[in-house]
Structure formats: structure tokens, C-alpha cells
Nanobody
Framework: QVRLVESGGGLVQSGGSLRLSCEFS????????MGWYRQAPGNQRDLVAQ???????NYGDSVKGRFTMSGDNGKKTVYLQMNSLKPEDTAVYYC????????WGQGTQVTVSS
């Protein structure tokens, strides 16, 4: 069964940092894309960062220069390092993987106080 499990969310003050982790199951061994989306209340789910099958790494415009995505295949984990956090970064962050279909984690809440 495909699983993605996020961790690392929490409450942080504006300007602070958090690192999210997404551990994925052994069934995920090929991807088209893999990464992070986020969704704030009343908003659509927006791209934060993603790896692509061709080796690319893409970021949403609002997080460029502040967030960094990385991965460790040995640990079957992807990470999202978030620096210089702003209140508008407050959202539920979802890890996902796409290969034929899209799988989602359960999400982790990130709250940035002003």
C-alpha cells in the first residue's frame, strides 16, 4: 500500500524556520513528479516544490529563495526546509507523489504567527 507520511509542522514566529519531512513507502520507486503542495483555508492547493523525473526541481513563486526541497532515497524521505517564514505561509502542507496516479499524505499544519 502506497503511503506518504508528513511530519515536522508546528507553530513558529514570523522569520523563523521549520523543516518538514515526508517518509514514503517502498511501493514508490518511480515518479513523474514528487514534492509538496499547501492549502490555506478557503484557498486552492498550490505547488510549493517538486522534483521531476528529468531531474528538475521547481518551486512556487512565493517560496523561491526561502524554501529548499531535498531528498534521501536511502531513507525514502523528502524534506522541505522552510526559512524566513511569513504569516502567509500558514497552511496545511501535503506531500505527494505522481506516477500514473497521484498519492497524497495526510498533511501537516504549519502556522506562522506575526
Amino acid at each position: 500500500q502506497v503511503r506518504l507520511v508528513e511530519s515536522g509542522g508546528g507553530l513558529v514566529q514570523s522569520g523563523g524556520s521549520l523543516r518538514l519531512s515526508c517518509e514514503f513507502s517502498d511501493e514508490i520507486h518511480s515518479i513523474n513528479t514528487m514534492g509538496w503542495y499547501r492549502q490555506a483555508p478557503g484557498n486552492q492547493r498550490d505547488l510549493v516544490a517538486q522534483f521531476t523525473r528529468s531531474g528538475g526541481l521547481n518551486y512556487g513563486d512565493s517560496v523561491k529563495g526561502r524554501f529548499t526541497m531535498s531528498g534521501d532515497n536511502g531513507k525514502k524521505t523528502v524534506y522541505l526546509q522552510m526559512n524566513s517564514l511569513k504569516p502567509e505561509d500558514t497552511a496545511v502542507y501535503y506531500c505527494y507523489s505522481n506516477w500514473g496516479r497521484t498519492y497524497w499524505g495526510q498533511g501537516t499544519q504549519v502556522t506562522v504567527s506575526s
